[in-house]
């Protein structure tokens, strides 16, 4: 037997095969990043010349796949040792024990606010990479048969006092804005009806019931928790939302929509509003070039508290993982200010990093895209209160989106009762935490 594996040895030399050490490999997980396989192989290389002991392994992962395989890896034996995931899946591993605790002065470079909106029970367990937050998109062709943003010009003319015996006359422009364009989901919702008399079009078309956007809203309003959602201005809300569903100033796929639904609204002319990212705009350029053309951008609608959102990916080390030091710098070299800013000059996404949301890349308002791409950075100054996953948060929107669907299709049923119920459904899914 000796003899065989000195002979095997030999032949292996001989031939220039190697017997593969994992030791020095660190595995590394992104989700759906294959068509910038240049820039993250270039991240790689640019680490491992000045890391020669360590070889990185990069694995990329269908987004479809991501959330299934992640968590067959991670509660296995043999986990990646860094993988890019969203925040809701992030805190579901971190609830079970299976992520490795981040220390807080490792990231103190990172936007504050994004920071806290990845701790779990006070802990951080990831390291935000890359965030998107959406603008209004406006159909100015639609707009201007509103009143909608116009201003009134009165000219008062009086006579001002120069010296003791003469006077000068002194013009003064006086302007008033009648209807400011909404910045709000009240706003939106209080205009409706004038818009849709004004132009045959949908102020705008919520999606209601994708995923937690509801619970966004809420978020934005002080009323995402169970004592608050079926409060006196909970129901007022919702109560909106129900009015312009069953007078038909909302489309009657709210109850269904999802966001690319909604977009598709907004391409074809059916709406004069539309939220999403920058990137979007690049979709509507190439697919509806007449409505882009008439397009402008402006912030993202605000509720009662102000505040704007945002969406993010992260990276976590799983408890598991057998380099989680060597994963960890990787992860804070791949997500230093330089390479977030290459990377969002590929993508439109935006960075996360003090340094690099400083950046004169985020105060450029040149063109259309660039101006999207502006405002959403500076969207991450104002964040407060973000908005907080809970353990059983997909739950929860589930809850939240079918009390949605109710309130709007179900006319003999009060939106206080309905709220009620989902205030005791919402504390029972609490409790089970």
């Not at 008399?197 to 809203?217: C, E, F, H, Q, W």
């Not at 400083?358 to 908005?387: C, M, T």
């Amino acid at each position: 037997m000796k003899k065989l594996l000195l002979l095997f040895l030999l032949v292996c030399f001989l031939s220039g095969c190697s017997v593969k050490n994992d030791d020095n490999i660190l595995t590394f997980w992104t989700l759906q990043m294959g068509d910038f396989s240049e820039y993250i192989n270039g991240v790689i290389a640019e680490y491992e010349k000045t890391h020669p002991d360590i070889k990185i392994e990069w694995v990329d992962v269908p987004f479809s796949e991501g959330d299934k395989r992640t968590l067959a890896a991670v509660l296995g034996n043999n986990p990646p040792d860094l993988v890019n995931l969203n925040p809701d899946f992030s805190a579901l591993l971190a609830q079970r024990g299976a992520l490795m605790n981040i220390p807080e002065t490792k990231v103190e470079g990172y936007n504050k606010h994004i920071i806290e909106s990845l701790k779990y029970n006070g802990e951080l367990y990831s390291i935000p990479w890359y965030a998107t937050s959406s603008v209004t998109f406006v159909n100015w062709d639609l707009l201007n048969k509103t009143q909608l943003g116009k201003e009134e010009v009165e000219v008062k003319t009086t006579w001002r006092k120069v010296s003791r015996h003469r006077y000068k006359p002194f013009t003064q422009k006086i302007v008033s804005v009648d209807k400011p364009i909404p910045i709000s989901y009240t706003q939106m919702n209080n205009n409706a009806e004038y818009v849709k008399k004004s132009t045959g079009a949908y102020i705008y078309t919520p999606n209601l019931v994708d995923n937690d956007s509801m619970y966004r809203i809420l978020n934005k309003y002080g009323l995402s928790s169970p004592d608050k959602i079926n409060s006196e201005e909970s129901v007022k809300l919702f109560a909106q939302f129900r009015n312009l569903y069953q007078n038909n100033l909302i489309p009657k796929e709210t109850v269904s929509i999802t966001h690319r639904e909604a977009f598709e609204q907004y391409m074809s002319g059916k709406s004069v509003f539309f939220q999403a990212g920058a990137n979007f705009l690049n979709m509507l350029k190439e697919n509806a070039p007449n409505v882009y053309n008439c397009t402008e951008v402006k912030p993202q609608l605000i509720g009662a508290k102000g505040q704007y959102d945002f969406s993010l990916m992260n990276f976590v080390i799983p408890i598991k993982a057998k380099h989680k030091d060597e994963a960890l710098d990787f992860c804070l070299f791949l997500t230093n200010s330089e390479n977030q800013l290459k990377l969002a000059k590929k993508t439109n996404v935006i960075a996360t990093t003090n340094k690099a949301l400083g950046s004169s890349f985020y105060n450029d308002y040149s063109s259309l895209e660039s101006k999207a791409r502006s405002i959403s950075a500076k969207q991450l100054n104002k964040v407060e209160p973000v908005v907080k996953q809970i353990r059983n948060q997909k739950e929860l929107n589930t809850l939240i989106n079918a009390a949605v669907q109710q309130i709007l299709t179900d006319k003999n049923k009060s939106v206080k009762s309905i709220l009620d119920k989902l205030s005791e459904d919402w504390e029972v899914l609490i409790s089970e935490e």
